[in-house]
């Protein structure tokens, strides 16, 4: 990975952050899932146009086609 790849991936997981919440007495920041498989499988397949984003999400655990 280069350095252009590690500040995508930073910006990625800012723009999935939804929210913050006190958890006792700390702030925990929470990333949406969704919005962060998104983002990736984009910068992925930017990279790779051979990526295979359903093989990828597989492998990660997500279900789909349900």
């Not at 999935?16 to 920041?29: F, N, P, Q, T, V």
């Not at 051979?50 to 279900?63: L, P, Q, S, Y």
Request: with cysteine.
């Amino acid at each position: 990975m280069t350095r252009k790849d590690y500040i995508k991936l930073a910006e990625i997981i800012k723009d999935s952050e939804r929210m913050a919440e006190l958890y006792d007495g700390r702030i925990c920041h929470h990333l949406d899932r969704g919005d962060f498989m998104h983002g990736l499988c984009q910068m992925l397949e930017n990279d790779n146009p051979n990526f295979d984003e359903r093989k990828f999400r597989e492998a990660t655990g997500e279900i789909l086609g349900q």
